[in-house]
């Protein structure tokens, strides 16, 4: 009986997908698991070397490998490798992370073992960034050791579960299919873990296990915080979740929808559109309710017209000359 499918998602992977595999394989459990590789028609060697593992490690190793793009950023790839998986568990990993524990399966089967009330459970992750842009550093810096919906939407954006640390049910996940407004988001994560977390709390297990890497060919850097298209995305996802509750998180996710909103006014899109830029600031003002200097900045910089603009700046600068001098 296989306990644990892993499903690893693969796209123009081939400087990273053996690493995963073998992390993979290094697994130390006292259960059987499989492998399942859903590669969205890479562009490069990733098909190729897939073909190896699976000739190599027959009946340990499958292939899902796609004729062409499903698109969304992996996101029906992964659905499609999640339908064809045997096992009672899937854990998901993305095809340029991997593990950096032998014990990682085995303690996640445990856990949910041991808690039939959890949807999922996940552990932490450090995130390295291939470019070196930043530090390693933790997806993970809470320490309670299960999460609710509560602890997964705020007024930010909240992405502390890693793809490369989730475990959850199979069957359930079978029984209970995301609800059609996620598969609209490019984000796969977030709606997930809120919709597993819905039906149960996520444990957590403390313990660093795996690597989420950051490349400039991952899904992670589509997410252009200046780009109108990613922005209306997210958006549109936080409306979606927030109508799936039935509004009992207005108040908060209110705050995060205007953080994109806000984000509109510098999108490179309306560089220069004004009436774009006065629509979004209105929204902006009417959901987040901003006061101080946020307020008069938006007020000044994206409400007044162009004309009146000049006349402030020009006031402001006259009278800053003015107080210089006495």
Excluded at 107 to 135: T, W
Aim: with cysteine.
């Amino acid at each position: 009986m296989i306990r644990v499918s892993v499903c690893v998602i693969t796209y123009n992977h081939e400087k990273f997908v053996a690493k995963m595999l073998d992390s993979l394989l290094m697994q130390e459990t006292t259960f059987d698991y499989e492998i399942v590789v859903g590669d969205d028609c890479s562009k490069d060697n990733t098909a190729a070397i897939l073909k190896d593992y699976e000739q190599r490690y027959p009946g340990k190793v499958r292939l899902l490998l796609q004729t062409k793009n499903l698109g969304l950023n992996g996101k029906f790839n992964a659905l499609q490798t999640f339908a064809i998986a045997k096992g009672e568990y899937i854990a998901q990993f993305d095809g340029d992370d991997y593990l950096t524990s032998p014990h990682k399966l085995q303690k996640q089967v445990e856990m949910l073992d041991a808690n039939p009330h959890y949807s999922a459970s996940f552990h932490n992750a450090m995130v390295i960034y291939d470019d070196n842009s930043a530090p390693p550093h933790l997806v993970n810096t809470l320490k309670k050791t299960e999460y609710t919906v509560d602890d997964l939407i705020g007024e930010d954006e909240l992405t502390f579960i890693a793809t490369s640390s989730l475990m959850f049910r199979r069957e359930e996940f079978a029984k209970n299919p995301d609800p059609e407004w996620t598969n609209l988001s490019t984000s796969g994560d977030i709606p997930r873990n809120i919709m597993f977390a819905s039906r149960g709390p996520i444990g957590y297990i403390d313990e660093v296990m795996s690597v989420y890497r950051k490349n400039r060919g991952g899904a992670s850097f589509a997410d252009n915080h200046y780009s109108s298209d990613f922005l209306f995305n997210r958006i549109q996802l936080y409306s979606n979740i927030n109508r799936h509750f039935d509004y009992k998180y207005d108040a908060v996710l209110r705050k995060n929808i205007a953080t994109y909103y806000y984000k509109l006014l510098f999108a490179k899109q309306y560089e220069g559109d004004y009436f774009s830029k006065l629509k979004y600031a209105l929204k902006y003002l009417n959901l987040a309710k901003p006061q101080g200097e946020r307020k008069k900045e938006v007020i000044r910089d994206f409400v007044l017209p162009p004309f009146l603009q000049k006349v402030y700046s020009f006031i402001a600068i006259g009278t800053y000359k003015l107080r210089s001098k006495v």
